[in-house]
């Protein structure tokens, strides 16, 4: 049997029912039990269909392999056990095949599991989709901005503890061939009011944890924090620490995800300052101070946690403080400054608070976008993965639940009506008659809460626009007046008489019966949030920070674009973004995930009926089954259920050679099935009730039994016959080898007397003939040392002879040589006495004539001998030194540093003024001999040193090049005349660079022409000018440290030059090309100099991007040049060899 037809199937070994739309009978009760029996056997998926049932296990089951997703790779979607891979294969498949575009809906309740399934669903579709290096930083890209969104809109909460606090929505973009290239998240209300307030048992935002915990001390110390949860008023210390939460492990995983992700590191230290800023923002309190109009206004207590906040946002202390203080109402041309109470006060601040993190939220989520966005503007096929909150009902339900219960309401409405759909497209294809399916249509509750008159959205936001006093008893009572008479709307003090009565509705509430049950709602602060009202003090203090995205998240601060009107209400926002949601959904083919909670206690094992059941109702699963039963309960192709009850039929046991369908109608006609009970589409057959399917499976079993028998009866005759064919064979292979081992033997016992016969007789031969050879050379030999003795005996006694000549001629030499030796020694002896004579004789001579000089001239000197004895000898002694310093001057080069070492040490101070005079003298010779222009290139050497001088490592290799200036001669070379021409003034210097392009960090050649008071750019081939900069527009230059030839030239910001932005370039000539630049430049904009940065790592402005530029040294050789490369949209990487 092929592999191919060793398949399993949904019905093989299946506990419980995989597909609820084939569970018989079908009640809400055993609905229950079929998911409890499956969650007790870790059977957590279930189907109803094409929708998937997740339950949460709590525990981590071994069925995300990467075996297990080979496993579902290309399957057909009901051909193994329900699985969420099963559905990302369809989804991607579809998507990868068809060309569709597909979105995935997971839906439930916190705690259920949901963000888990996106996060499987991504990885799996990044395991299945394409490989290489661009498509794996994608995929990178895409699975680590989950950790970030996690880190900044998850909480714990008493139900869950890593909760979602956002509705996010990721469209992941593919190319043609199915590979990853890019994505666009979608974030929708986030609860910013728990940054403010959280309920009992729960946390804020994990963020604010896991910086504390996990920060190393200098960056606390820089954001002025402490580690101590206590010590800030928005953290809840009854929940502070979670079990099986590591904080700062988090924190360590979100600095490397948003790395990954594609924030630059100064990003990622503002976005921090913002997360500290909101956390002493809560610290800050508030007192009262009477005025003298009798009103009470606000004071900051403590201005400690102001002032570090306002130094980290770079915001004036005192207009924050005032913000905090009054309000200011504008009307038309109007200005009104009132005072706020305490209680506004902290209203104010915690508005401030709420808004900060939801637009630094927000910012993070275009930041993504912008990282993972694709690059192509070729079409992309796209697959969407909704991951939103559940239906919710408590105890309490405000305007948040409200909000979240309306999009599920259209969420809802959307299944039904896409449910619907595909099933009556189905049935169309396949030409079997459709009829109308009996189903609830919730779009009177929609229409409920969206109508642009009547609904209670609109009367809310027309409520917040209303002038004089608004509050939420007002907005209630509108509710009463117009929406009394609606089905599905109850109140207490509405006209409806039936609910006066009625003591589980309360004064201050009302009641919605949507399609999962009735939901209470407290009125209580409708109003208030839906206008997310900030006084427009704050944001204008906000847009006044020196902060490098501080402006980005309050443009509405702006003095200059003040706006009176109003801004769109949340409830408005919401219901925009809804639309927006549902307008996309309805072009992508949907699947659907529901998540479903088993218990309460987060506990593997347990199985709460109640809560399941309550969930099963309001994710409308019961109502699915029956939309997806009221046609047909079951379809499969031809070729799948001929294959699979084939055996049913002795027609079609074992090979069908007709068609598929005809088999398929042979084998139900043969099993006597009712034709009521099933229809024959183009490619599918069709089976109405979940009975006829057990039916066929209960008589396949029985079948499969019977062949079982008939293959163990047969394998048995198969496996003796090939038994005794063996034995037989074998018995005549045994016989072939024993004749063959007895010819062997006997065949060597003759071979082995042969062989010793054979050598016998070999060495007999051997042994005369080796005594004859003997014999023979015994005789040469014998001949040989007789020659030898009698030679021997003749060479001994002519040496005698000749030792004998040689001894006599040796005594008559010796004799000879102690003669003349004799006569040596006796005339040395004459000579020496004969000298110490004359020395006497000189010695009395010297002292006499001495004697007689002193006797004469010794009343001449008796008084003044000393001193000029002193002063004669010093004299000589000078004399003696210059003209032992004129023999030994040293050469006229400047930059010789030898000088003759000083005889006397009282000569010190003169020899070290000597060699300063000589040094000056010589510098001076040397200067004489410079012309002009020589001389302005050792000014510019000197001014080249000042500026690089052990500061980059490339002006060692510069100092010996001449600075040439002009590399292209363009006055004489004819290709540049044109050029020439249109360029005025003289040219100081003309060289070719690298112009970088920020896309690819290639570069493109071209040519850099430096007059007195411009620079310029042109193309090399056709020498037509791409840019032409004043060079007073120059503000600077950066360079980096290291030995490459890469410079940014950076314009000033609001120049025309600047609206393209700073030029990358890179040149062989750096030192010459920026040492003309500063020389040049300082003069023609009249300053003393043109700053020079020099760092391995500098900003450039690339039109409206800022791009940082970063050097690395790599493992190239020296001789290899620098190269570019684009890691990200805001990172050029400069690989630099090492020296």
């Known amino acids: 049997m092929s592999k191919m037809e060793v398949k399993t199937s949904l019905l093989d070994g299946m506990i419980g029912v995989g597909d609820m739309v084939l569970l018989e009978p079908l009640t809400e009760e055993s609905f229950i039990n079929n998911l409890k029996k499956r969650f007790d056997h870790n059977e957590i998926y279930t189907y109803i269909g094409s929708v998937v049932i997740s339950m949460n296990p709590y525990k981590n089951l071994p069925i995300y392999t990467p075996d297990k997703v080979e496993e579902y790779r290309n399957r057909n979607f009901y051909e193994l056990s329900p699985h969420i891979y099963a559905l990302s294969d369809e989804a991607y498949r579809s998507l990868r095949d068809q060309d569709k575009d597909q979105c995935i809906l997971i839906t439930g309740e916190s705690g259920a599991g949901k963000t888990e399934a996106s996060k499987l669903v991504m990885s799996y579709v990044a395991a299945v989709c394409g490989k290489g290096q661009e498509v794996n930083k994608v995929k990178e890209q895409l699975l680590q901005s989950n950790p970030v969104l996690e880190a900044f809109g998850n909480a714990k909460t008493v139900r869950n503890d890593n909760s979602s606090r956002f509705g996010k929505y990721m469209d992941i973009e593919f190319d043609f061939k199915g590979d990853p290239i890019g994505g666009v998240i979608s974030n929708y209300l986030l609860e910013k009011s728990r940054v403010v307030k959280q309920p009992r048992g729960e946390r804020n935002f994990h963020i604010f944890y896991q910086l504390l915990s996990g920060a190393s001390e200098d960056t606390l110390k820089k954001l002025k924090l402490d580690r101590d949860f206590s010590k800030y008023n928005y953290l809840s210390l009854d929940s502070a620490t979670v079990n099986g939460l590591d904080d700062a492990a988090n924190f360590r995983t ?397 027609q079609t046991w074992p090979h069908w050679s007709g068609p598929a369908r005809e088999g398929v109608e042979v084998l139900l006609s043969n099993l006597a099935v009712s034709p009521e009970e099933y229809s024959y589409g183009r490619s599918k057959v069709f089976i109405r009730n979940p009975r006829t399917l057990f039916f066929l499976e209960e008589k396949r079993r029985s079948c499969l039994e019977d062949l079982a028998t008939l293959i163990q009866k047969i394998y048995r005759g198969w496996k003796c016959r090939t038994h005794f064919l063996l034995l037989k064979k074998s018995q005549v292979v045994v016989a072939a080898w024993y004749r063959r081992y007895a010819q062997q033997k006997k065949y060597q016992k003759i071979k082995s007397a042969t062989l010793v016969m054979q050598s016998f007789i070999r060495g007999w031969k051997a042994r005369k003939i080796l005594r004859e050879l003997k014999y023979q050379k015994r005789c040469e030999e014998a001949a040989t040392t007789i020659a030898a003795f009698w030679h021997g005996t003749q060479a001994r006694n002519e040496l005698r002879r000749l030792k004998e000549e040689a001894r006599n001629k040796r005594a008559v030499t010796v004799i000879w040589a102690a003669w003349l030796g004799t006569k040596a020694r006796r005339e040395l002896k004459r000579l020496k006495e004969e000298a110490r004579r004359k020395h006497a004789v000189a010695v009395i001579w010297g002292y006499w004539l001495g004697l007689k000089v002193r006797r004469e001239y010794r009343k001449f000197f008796r008084a003044h001998a000393g001193r000029k004895i002193y002063e004669f000898t010093i004299q000589r002694i000078i004399q003696k030194y210059f003209l032992g310093l004129k023999k030994t001057m040293p050469s006229m080069s400047p930059v010789d540093k030898t000088w003759p070492v000083r005889s006397y040490q009282f000569l010190d101070g003169t020899h070290k003024e000597l060699r300063r005079i000589f040094h000056l003298w010589r510098c001076k010779k040397y200067r004489s001999q410079f012309t002009q222009e020589k001389k302005a290139i050792y000014e510019e050497k000197l001014q080249a040193s000042e500026i690089f001088k052990d500061k980059k490592a490339l002006y060692p290799s510069s100092v010996s090049q001449p600075f040439k200036g002009d590399y292209l001669e363009i006055n004489k070379n004819p290709k540049y005349q044109k050029l020439n021409s249109m360029v005025e003034e003289k040219i100081l210097l003309a060289d070719v660079v690298n112009k970088i392009n920020r896309a690819n960090g290639k570069g493109a050649p071209r040519l850099f022409l430096l007059t007195k008071n411009n620079f310029v750019l042109a193309d090399q081939k056709t020498g037509q000018v791409k840019a032409s900069v004043p060079l007073p527009d120059l503000s600077s230059v950066s360079v980096s440290t290291q030995t490459d030839g890469f410079f940014a030239l950076k314009l000033k910001e609001g120049t025309t030059s600047a609206a393209k932005g700073d030029f990358l370039l890179s040149s062989d000539h750096l030192i010459e090309i920026i040492t003309k630049l500063q020389r040049t430049g300082a003069a023609a904009a009249g300053r003393d100099h043109i700053n020079v940065d020099i760092s391995d790592e500098f900003l450039v402005q690339f039109k409206q991007d800022k791009v940082c530029v970063k050097f690395i040294q790599s493992g190239l050789k020296n001789g290899s040049s620098a190269a570019c490369k684009r890691k990200n949209n805001r990172l050029l990487e400069v690989s630099v060899p090492s020296p």
């Not at 459709?434 to 509750?445: D, G, K, L, Q, R």
């Not at 009394?484 to 919605?512: G, M, W």
């Open 254 to 650: 979100v600095r490397n995800a948003m790395q990954i992700v594609g924030f630059m590191e100064d990003e990622v230290q503002s976005v921090l300052e913002l997360v500290a800023a909101v956390l002493k923002l809560g610290n800050i309190e508030f007192k009262p101070e009477s005025r003298t109009n009798g009103f009470d206004e606000s004071r900051v207590k403590d201005k400690n946690d102001l002032k570090e906040m306002c130094e980290l946002l770079g915001i004036d202390q005192s207009v924050l403080e005032r913000a905090f203080s009054f309000r200011t109402v504008e009307a038309r041309s109007d200005k009104v400054a009132t005072t706020l109470n305490v209680a506004q006060a902290y209203y104010a601040r915690d508005a401030l608070a709420k808004n900060l993190y939801s637009r630094l939220f927000s910012w993070l989520v275009n930041r993504i976008n912008e990282s993972i966005k694709a690059q192509t503007k070729t079409r992309k096929k796209v697959m969407g993965v909704l991951d939103i909150y559940g239906f919710e009902i408590f105890e309490d339900n405000s305007f948040e639940q409200f909000i979240i219960n309306y999009c599920n309401e259209k969420l809802q409405q959307i299944f039904i009506e896409l449910t619907l759909r595909e099933e009556q497209e189905e049935y169309i294809r396949e030409g079997i008659e459709w009829t109308n399916i009996e189903y609830f249509n919730n779009a009177i509750i929609c229409d409920l809460i969206e109508n642009n008159q009547n609904g209670i959205l609109a009367m809310l936001d027309e409520e917040c626009l209303r002038p004089g006093t608004v509050t939420d008893e007002t907005f209630l009572d509108k509710l009463n007046t117009i929406c009394a008479e609606h089905l599905h709307f109850e109140s207490r003090q509405s006209k409806n008489s039936k609910f006066l009565t009625d003591h589980t509705l309360p004064h201050n509430c009302f009641r919605i019966q949507h399609y999962a049950g009735k939901v209470l709602y407290r009125v209580e602060g409708f109003v208030d949030k839906n206008n997310d009202l900030l006084y427009r003090d704050l944001s204008q203090a906000m847009y006044k920070a020196n902060h490098s995205i501080m402006r980005a998240l309050f443009p509405d601060g702006n003095p200059a674009k003040i706006n009176l009107k109003r801004p769109p209400t949340a409830g408005f926002q919401f219901r925009a973004s809804v639309a927006t949601l549902m307008k996309n959904l309805q072009t992508k083919n949907p699947n659907y995930i529901r998540c479903i909670k088993p218990n309460d206690k987060k506990s593997a094992h347990i199985f709460t009926d109640s809560l399941v059941c309550h969930q099963a109702r309001y994710l409308g699963l019961m109502e699915n089954v029956r939309v997806r039963r009221a046609g047909y309960a079951f379809r499969q192709p031809y070729e799948l259920c001929l294959l699979r009850y084939k055996m049913m039929c002795k």
